[in-house]
């Protein structure tokens, strides 16, 4: 007689076919998901009645025309890029410090045009902007 308790083996579980599905679950999932921008929103932006500020002393006024020209303190620049910005800063700076950059732009404008006026500001390391705005008609 075999008294001896039979040998019992530990169970294991297998993972491979866990993993293998959750793989397949997981390549289904990216490619049936759409991924939309929503770049379409319809925004309307808040207008503020505030009180005209007060002339700012030191500061230069880049202005920024519906076509996407510049001008720095009135006058006309040639080139519309960001070289071209940051040479004409840098000739009206001489040297100041704490100057205000304002920028004037045209309602119409194209928001690159706006965009490239801040990197030409970063560019000389001035912190200090402002955009100059007009009262609107409802108030």
């Not at 970063?122 to 108030?139: E, K, V, Y």
């Amino acid at each position: 007689m075999n008294f001896q308790r039979p040998r019992t083996e530990d169970p294991e579980i297998n993972l491979i076919p866990l993993i293998d599905v959750l793989l397949v679950v997981l390549i289904f999932l990216m490619i049936t998901t759409t991924y939309s921008k929503y770049t379409e929103l319809k925004i309307q932006l808040p207008t503020a009645n505030a009180p005209p500020a007060q002339h700012l002393p030191d500061s230069i006024v880049v202005g920024v025309t519906a076509d996407g020209s510049y001008s720095v303190d009135g006058s006309l620049l040639h080139g519309r890029d960001v070289p071209a910005l940051v040479q004409a800063l840098r000739g009206v700076l001489h040297g100041r410090g704490g100057v205000t950059l304002v920028i004037s732009a045209d309602a119409q404008s194209t928001q690159q045009s706006v965009v490239n006026v801040m990197e030409a500001a970063r560019l000389l390391g001035l912190s200090r902007l402002t955009f100059a705005t007009q009262r609107s008609d409802a108030s």
